[in-house]
């Protein structure tokens, strides 16, 4: 069984509004870089949105600032992307991820590498 899946996708027209869930279970997520990433068809994973669990301090790419909103429940292990006034440039697969350090700071770089943990991916489509 995978250590992180995500759920929460859909389709939706511009404007609405998903929230994804990224289920860690037993998988430790103290003290840790989570995030979340996509990859449109035919483009390459970019970073989304970045939380470092232990300093509560979330981070985001410029295109979805102001729209989208991560979190985390601690009581259930979840990681959570709410993702308002969605755009037709918002369709991809969303991925959440488990970097291996407590920092966020380097975060985009596990798109190349090897490192870290990554959940199978879930569809938003956002049609116009």
């Known amino acids: 069984q995978a250590a992180l899946m995500e759920s929460g996708g859909g389709s939706v027209q511009a404007g609405g509004s998903l929230r994804l869930s990224c289920a860690a279970g037993?998988?430790?997520?103290?003290?840790?870089?989570m995030a979340w990433f996509r990859q449109a068809d035919g483009k390459k994973r970019e970073w989304v949105s970045a939380?470092?669990?232990?300093?509560?301090?979330?981070t985001y790419a410029d295109s979805v600032v102001g729209r989208f909103t991560i979190s985390i429940d601690t009581a259930e292990n979840t990681l959570h992307l709410q993702m308002n006034n969605l755009e037709p440039e918002d369709t991809a697969i969303y991925y959440c991820?488990?970097?291996?350090?407590?920092?966020?700071?380097?975060?985009?770089?596990?798109?190349?590498?090897?490192?870290?943990?990554w959940g199978q991916g879930t569809q938003v489509t956002v049609s116009s």
């Open positions: 991820a488990a970097d291996v350090f407590p920092s966020c700071d380097r975060i985009e770089t596990m798109i190349n590498s090897t490192r870290g943990w």
């Open positions: 037993s998988f430790p997520t103290t003290r840790r870089c």
């Open positions: 939380l470092s669990t232990g300093a509560m301090t979330p």
